[in-house]
């Protein structure tokens, strides 16, 4: 996927999509940092399962920045 910036272009990876229950995810592993990692979290009010969708990307290695 490639994310536009105003200096540019960056490609990142995904790295994993996860779901979490909107009470758990206060405490889970993705509120560490890492540089330049993007972290998608969903946040539906009327989600009948009460869970979040939380996608994980990275920048990638092989894709030069435009």
Known sequence: MTLATATGELAYR????STYSKSGLK?????????????????YAEDP???NVVV???????????
Do not use: E, F, H, K
Request: proline content about 14%; charged content about 15%.
């Open 14 to 17: 995904m790295d994993s999509v």
């Open 27 to 43: 405490d889970s592993p993705i509120w560490q940092g890492s540089p330049n990692r993007l972290v998608l979290i969903s946040c």
């Open 49 to 51: 399962w009460g869970t």
């Open 56 to 66: 994980v990307a990275s920048p990638d290695p092989n894709v030069p920045l435009r």
